[in-house]
C-alpha cells in the first residue's frame, strides 16, 4: 500500500452511475483523507446524495472504483476484510430514527445488528454515546417525536457513532435547525473529528458549515468535482457553477476562513 493509500479513508476513482439513460456520475474522481472533514456541494439534483450511497453500496456503480481505508469495495476482495474497512456511521437527511423506538432503542439499533452483548452493556454504551452528543440518559428514553430537530440530529448522531466508526457520513446535518443550533451541530461535528479522529464526508448546503467546520470542500458539477480544496481555494475557483454558488446573493455575507 503507498503512502497515499494510507492517507486516505475514502478512494473514489472514474466512478460512473446512472439510472437508465440519466448518467448521474460522470467519471468522478474523488480522495477523502483520513481524519478530514470533507464537505460535498453541488446542485439540487447533482448527484450529492447517489455519490454518498453509492459509496456506501446503496446503489449499483456501472464502472470505477471506490476503496475504504485502502480496501477495494464491491469487488473480488474477501467480504469480512470488506466489512471491516466498511465500518461507517451514517446521519441520514431528517435524522431517520425508528418512531416506534425509543432513543436509546434507536442508538442500541446497530449494536444488536451487529454484535452480541449484555443489556447492561448496551445501555451503557447508548448512555455513552447520548453523552457525547450532547443529550441526557433521561433523553434516552423519549420517543422521536418528543424531540425536538436539534435533539433528532444529535441522536441520529448518536447512532451513527454506535460502532465506533472510522469514518460518518452526513447528508445535510443542519438542514432545517436556526443557526444557533445548527452552529451547536457544527462545534460537535468538529470536537468529534478531533477527540476520536474521525473521517467526516458531509453533503452540505450550509455555508455557515462550509466555512467553519470542514478542511476541505469539493464541488459537484456536471457529475464530477469540478473544484476541492480548503474554502478559500473554492472562493478563487474561475468554474462557472462554483462561482455562481459561493458569489451569489446570498453567498454575500460569507468571509473566508483565515488560514
Ligand atoms: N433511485 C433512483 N432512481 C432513479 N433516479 C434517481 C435515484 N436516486 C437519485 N436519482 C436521480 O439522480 C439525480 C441526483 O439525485 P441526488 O438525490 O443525488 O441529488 P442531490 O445532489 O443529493 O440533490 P439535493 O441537494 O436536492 O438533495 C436526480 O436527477 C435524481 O432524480
Not at 477527540?195 to 452540505?204: N, S
Request: proline share 4%.
Amino acid at each position: 500500500m503507498d503512502d497515499l493509500q494510507v492517507s486516505c479513508a475514502i478512494r473514489v476513482t472514474d466512478l460512473v452511475v446512472g439510472f437508465g439513460r440519466q448518467v448521474v456520475l460522470n467519471e468522478l474522481s474523488l480522495d477523502v483523507r483520513r481524519g478530514e472533514i470533507l464537505g460535498l456541494v453541488g446542485a439540487s439534483g447533482g448527484g450529492k446524495s447517489v455519490l454518498m450511497r453509492t459509496i456506501i453500496g446503496l446503489i449499483p456503480r456501472r464502472s470505477g472504483t471506490i476503496e475504504v481505508m485502502g480496501v477495494p469495495l464491491g469487488g473480488a476482495a474477501e467480504r469480512a476484510t470488506q466489512e471491516a474497512a466498511a465500518r461507517w456511521g451514517i446521519l441520514f437527511q431528517q435524522g431517520a430514527l425508528f418512531s416506534s423506538l425509543t432513543v436509546k432503542q434507536n442508538v442500541q439499533f446497530p449494536l444488536r445488528e451487529n454484535l452480541q452483548m449484555s443489556p447492561a452493556l448496551m445501555d451503557e454504551i447508548a448512555i455513552a454515546k447520548l453523552e457525547m452528543v450532547g443529550l441526557r440518559a433521561e433523553d434516552g428514553d423519549k420517543f422521536p417525536a418528543e424531540l425536538s430537530g436539534g435533539m433528532t440530529k444529535r441522536a441520529a448522531l448518536a447512532r451513527a457513532l454506535a460502532l465506533d466508526p472510522a469514518i460518518v457520513f452526513l447528508d445535510e446535518p443542519t438542514s432545517g435547525l436556526d443557526p444557533i443550533s445548527a452552529g451547536d451541530f457544527d462545534a460537535l461535528i468538529k470536537t468529534l473529528q478531533r477527540t476520536l479522529g474521525l473521517t467526516v464526508f458531509m453533503v452540505t448546503h450550509d455555508l455557515a458549515s462550509l466555512n467553519t467546520v470542514c478542511d476541505r470542500v469539493a464541488a459537484l458539477a456536471d457529475g464530477k468535482i469540478v473544484a476541492i480544496g480548503p474554502m478559500r481555494d473554492l472562493l478563487q475557483s474561475e468554474h462557472p457553477w462554483v462561482r455562481a454558488y459561493f458569489h451569489g446573493k446570498r453567498s454575500q455575507m460569507l468571509q473566508p476562513k483565515a488560514s
